[in-house]
């Protein structure tokens, strides 16, 4: 959902690995089969430079054999929780 380690572990809380979604993506093309990820751009506390991250990120699986993406604006007007791990 973000390429920003600070904004996956800190922000939505998926200690994810990206490396492990570039192999992932790798993989599924070497199968035939088709790749799609999700990501989201302005979440609550998210720096401009973290969102620009996200984007170039996308272009880098899109090289790698991403064949879709789907960006979803998080709006900052809207009330988010803090939610503590």
């Not at 990206?18 to 993506?25: L, N, S």
């Not at 064949?67 to 809207?78: R, T």
């Amino acid at each position: 959902e973000s390429a920003s380690d600070r904004v996956r572990n800190e922000i939505i809380m998926k200690h994810l690995d990206i490396h492990d979604i570039e192999k992932a993506v790798s993989l599924a093309k070497k199968a035939g089969m088709r790749s799609t990820c999700y990501a989201m751009i302005g979440l609550p506390d998210e720096k401009p430079e973290e969102a620009k991250e996200t984007l170039r990120y996308i272009v880098r699986l899109a090289r790698k054999g991403l064949d879709e993406c789907v960006i979803s604006l998080a709006l900052q007007d809207i009330p988010y929780p803090k939610i503590s791990a």
